[in-house]
């Protein structure tokens, strides 16, 4: 389909949903939805209007240039204006088919996030201990909410795994370049020497699922409650409130202990594991459509290392566009992590803009 014709449809649908919503007959549920695509649809209508004027205009200033009884004076203005619509206008267009790209269903939503401590020890808890704060500090840049659901510490002040839930319009469409293994190379605090090391977190990023997304069967369930673990002693929690929730048909289970009510800890444990089955359809869908999406950014696999973070040079390098830069301080505080983050975003709307045929 050509370029032009899918701006039609486009602004053909606008005004068909503008009609509908001006009716003034419409259910309650279905006010709601077309509401909500008028919202999505205005910007980008509005764009397309801007370019469809500026192409009619450099058509226009085209034909006074080729005018030869045209005014001169007119003539040299239509030049200046048309040779500027010139160098606009492709920058316009390719605005225009970034947004005409198929979305990710799973981009508006808030996500739920999981930092696991690789290989490397105890200098892999603190590296992924580092990570947890930079993603933490990012998400106050951003004003998200961050909410750890469960952690468990290693002796030194690491983490040895932690699940955040991180919620926020847009979270996900940003968070999920994250997905996959982070490696670090510096010397760590317990080594006398001074040697480097390298050590590795994996991250993954699953956008968090409402009860609508997927359907969870309650027969599909087994609901386990045990005492909360903890340090030992005094510390440990003599009610049975920690709840443990296995999906059967999946082996997929969560265990929730952070909270002092049960009821609290199967509401946080459900919402992982609808995260988690989400995701595993998600990732389903992505294998499917393997061959097509070989070439965009990164395959998604959790197992690929994706990132590089190098303390004695202060550098990051992200492996999946090749890109490095010398700010790592700047970066594992979550303040330039937008600066890996941005590139990555245009690197995967090239590769699709270049599977679409307009």
């Known amino acids: 389909m050509s370029l032009e014709r899918k701006l039609d449809q486009v602004l053909s649908r606008f005004h068909e949903v503008e009609a509908l919503l001006s009716s003034g007959t419409l259910a309650s ?108 500090r990012y998400a106050g840049d951003h004003s998200w909410r961050f909410e750890v659901m469960e952690m468990a510490e290693s002796d030194l002040g690491g983490i040895k795994q932690a699940v955040v839930a991180v919620s926020g319009h847009g979270v996900f469409a940003r968070l999920k370049y994250e997905s996959g293994v982070h490696r670090v190379q510096r010397v760590p605090a317990t080594e006398a020497s001074g040697r480097i090391h390298t050590s590795a977190a994996t991250v993954a990023v699953l956008p968090e699922a409402e009860e609508v997304d997927i359907d969870i069967k309650d027969g599909d369930l087994r609901i386990d409650v045990m005492r909360s673990g903890g340090a030992g002693g005094q510390h440990v929690n003599k009610t049975e409130s920690a709840v443990r929730i296995t999906h059967i048909p999946s082996g997929i289970a969560v265990v929730q202990q952070s909270e002092k009510s049960q009821h609290k800890n199967k509401d946080k444990a459900m919402k992982i594991l609808r995260a988690r089955l989400y995701d595993m359809e998600r990732q389903k869908l992505d294998d499917a459509r393997a061959a097509e999406r070989r070439d965009q950014v990164g395959s998604g696999d959790r197992s690929e290392r994706i990132r590089t973070y190098n303390f004695p040079q202060g550098r990051v390098t992200d492996h999946r566009i090749n890109l490095t830069l010398y700010k790592l301080d700047r970066v594992i505080t979550g303040e330039c992590l937008d600066e890996i983050i941005e590139p990555l975003i245009s690197e995967d709307q090239a590769a699709k803009l270049t599977e679409m045929s307009w």
């Open 29 to 136: 549920d279905v006010f709601i939805n077309l509401s909500r695509e008028y919202a999505e649809l205005t910007p980008l209508a509005t764009t397309i209007r801007q370019y469809k004027k500026a192409r009619a205009e450099y058509a226009d200033l085209e034909g006074l240039m080729r005018d030869a009884s045209a005014d001169k004076d007119m003539r040299a203005m239509a030049e200046e204006e048309f040779f500027r619509l010139k160098e606009e206008l492709p920058s316009f267009e390719k605005k225009i088919q970034i947004a005409l790209l198929p979305r990710d269903a799973a981009d508006d939503k808030s996500a739920i996030l999981e930092i696991r401590a690789g290989t490397g020890g105890d200098e892999a808890a603190l590296f992924a201990f580092d990570l947890l704060d930079m993603y933490r």
